[in-house]
T-cell receptor
Framework: DSGVTQTPKHLITATGQRVTLRCSPRSGDLSVYWYQQSLDQGLQFLIQ???????AKGNILERFSAQQFPDLHSELNLSSLELGDSALYFCASSVTGLDRSPLHFGNGTRLTVT | AQSVTQPDIHITVSEGASLELRCNYS??????LFWYVQSPGQGLQLLLKYFSGDTLVQGIKGFEAEFKRSQSSFNLRKPSVHWSDAAEYFC????????????FGSGTRLLVRP
């Protein structure tokens, strides 16, 4: 058990809808990362937060947004969903994200868009 | 641009046989390299990491990896594979721009024959 909790485990929704994925980092970790894993793109870095502030952005679509709350949990919001958004979304956490401490991954949320 | 290449999409080995999974990276500075394993329905678990020093690093579950700067490689090895090692393996390099984040290879799926 990595200590990173993601909910829900599975999500099925229709095109055009909006969903929210939630992540609770390991106790003591201040930095949260979001990754998308799809068959055609592999593991893609989306966005990182550190102590409530956005720290780095990767291949995140404009339809997607995220935030990290004062209690350090994070939410990834996906809107105007398309079939191609179907993927496994991982959250990871690390102590600061400013050093090279390893990332600890949650078990992911599998999103299916129909 | 920084990248990680795992040339083998699938590898099948017999239980008890040795294993080597290939990883090549492209990164201008001294890389920090990682191997993660993803079992079905699970998140990514860190197997081992290379930061500096001894180029042969030991990890969990009997895995080791060797960093070869001249070949830009970080291959993962195990002398005797167990059926429970069947999983997907990801090589990753961490890069620093505004913060540290992992760039992953496309993964190698390991199948173990009884």
């Amino acid at each position: 058990d990595s200590g990173v909790t993601q909910t829900p485990k599975h999500l099925i929704t229709a095109t055009g809808q909006r969903v929210t994925l939630r992540c609770s980092p390991r106790s003591g970790d201040l930095s949260v990362y979001w990754y998308q894993q799809s068959l055609d793109q592999g593991l893609q870095f989306l966005i990182q937060y550190y102590n409530g502030e956005e720290r780095a952005k990767g291949n995140i679509l404009e339809r997607f947004s995220a935030q990290q709350f004062p209690d350090l949990h994070s939410e990834l919001n996906l809107s105007s969903l398309e079939l191609g958004d179907s993927a496994l979304y991982f959250c990871a956490s690390s102590v600061t994200g400013l050093d090279r401490s390893p990332l600890h991954f949650g078990n992911g949320t599998r999103l299916t868009v129909t | 641009a920084q990248s990680v290449t795992q040339p083998d999409i699938h590898i099948t080995v017999s239980e008890g046989a040795s294993l080597e999974l290939r990883c090549n990276y492209s990164y201008g500075a001294t890389p920090y390299l990682f191997w993660y394993v993803q079992s079905p329905g699970q998140g990514l678990q860190l197997l081992l990491k290379y930061f500096s020093g001894d180029t042969l690093v030991q990890g969990i579950k009997g895995f080791e990896a060797e960093f070869k700067r001249s070949q830009s490689s970080f291959n993962l090895r195990k002398p005797s594979v167990h059926w429970s090692d069947a999983a997907e393996y990801f090589c990753a390099v961490d890069i620093m721009d505004s913060s540290y984040k992992l760039i992953f290879g496309s993964g190698t799926r390991l199948l173990v024959r009884p």
